[in-house]
C-alpha cells in the first residue's frame, strides 16, 4: 500500500493547478489521474499519470490507495463535482484538503466540518496566494482558487468555486454549488444563494438569489 500516494478525477487545466500544489507542497509521492478525455500513459507536468476512467477508480481502491481529490474544474454551477464526489466516496475514497504552501489560513478557519489543525480533510483547494482570514467556515469540496481573498467570517458553501482573484468582504455568505466569477468583489455581509453564477469582473452589492445569474455592477 502506497501511504502516500493520491488520486486526481479530472486532467483539465485545474487539474494542473491542483498537481502544481501537490508538487510544491511535496504532498504525495505517487500521483495518479483518471479522465475519460485523456488517453491512459498521458503523464501530466512530468510527474502525474493519467491511468483511465472514472471506472479504474475501483482497481485503485483494490490496490490500496485511499486519497481522492476532484480536479475537474466548473465555470458555472454544474453537479459534476458533487457526482464525482459521491461516487468515489461510496468507492471508500478519502479526501484530504490541498493547501498550497503559498496560500495563508487563518488556524481559526473551519475547513468542511473540521478545524485547520485537525487535518482531517473535505476535498477543499486552496490555491497559491489565497488568504482566508479568521473565522471563516468553508465548504467541503470547494475551489478557493489563486489569489482570492475570503475575509473574516465569510461562510462558503460545499462545492462552490471562488475564482481567481475574487475578494469577498468579511461576513459574506455563499451558498452551496456556486461560482463566483474571477476579479469579482462582494460587500460585506451580503448573502449569496446557491446554484448562483456571478460573472467575472462583477461588483456585488446586493443579496443574490439562489439560482441567479449576475454580471458587472449588482445593486
Ligand atoms: C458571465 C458569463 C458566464 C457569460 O457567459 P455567456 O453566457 O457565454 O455570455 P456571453 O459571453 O455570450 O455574453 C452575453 C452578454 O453579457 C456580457 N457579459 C458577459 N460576461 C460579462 C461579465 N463578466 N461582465 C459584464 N458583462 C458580461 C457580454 O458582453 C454580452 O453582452 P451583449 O449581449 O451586450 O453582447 C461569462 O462571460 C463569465 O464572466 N464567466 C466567468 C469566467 C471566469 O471567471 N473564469 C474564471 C476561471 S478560474
Known amino acids: 500500500m502506497y501511504t502516500r500516494s493520491i488520486v486526481l478525477l479530472g486532467g483539465g487545466g485545474h487539474c494542473k493547478s491542483v498537481l502544481d500544489t501537490v ?108 488568504v482566508i482570514n479568521a473565522d471563516a467556515v468553508i465548504g467541503k469540496c470547494s475551489i478557493i482558487n489563486t489569489a482570492s481573498v475570503i475575509e473574516h467570517e465569510c461562510v462558503i458553501g460545499a462545492f462552490t468555486h471562488i475564482s481567481v482573484g475574487v475578494i469577498l468582504c468579511g461576513q459574506v455568505a455563499v451558498g452551496c454549488n456556486t461560482f463566483i466569477g474571477a476579479g469579482s468583489t462582494v460587500r460585506q455581509g451580503i448573502k449569496i444563494g446557491r446554484n448562483v453564477l456571478i460573472g467575472a469582473n462583477s461588483l456585488v452589492l446586493r443579496d443574490v438569489k439562489d439560482g441567479e445569474k449576475v454580471v458587472g455592477v449588482v445593486k
Not at 504532498?27 to 493519467?50: E, M, Q, S, W
Not at 483511465?52 to 477508480?57: A, K, P
Request: proline letters at 6%; charged letters at 20%; a negative charge.
Open 23 to 130: 508538487i510544491r507542497g511535496n504532498l504525495y509521492d505517487k500521483i495518479y489521474i483518471t479522465d475519460p478525455h485523456i488517453p491512459a500513459g498521458t503523464v501530466i507536468l512530468d510527474r502525474a499519470t493519467v491511468v483511465g476512467n472514472d471506472e479504474t477508480l475501483l482497481s485503485l481502491i483494490e490496490k490500496g490507495i485511499r486519497n481522492a481529490f476532484i480536479t475537474v474544474g466548473v465555470i458555472e454551477p454544474s453537479p459534476i463535482r458533487y457526482d464525482l464526489y459521491t461516487y468515489a466516496a461510496e468507492l471508500g475514497f478519502h479526501f484530504p484538503d490541498l493547501i498550497d504552501p503559498g496560500a495563508i489560513v487563518s488556524s481559526s478557519v473551519i475547513l468542511g466540518e473540521n478545524t485547520v489543525k485537525e487535518k482531517k480533510g473535505e476535498g477543499i483547494f486552496v490555491g497559491k496566494a489565497a
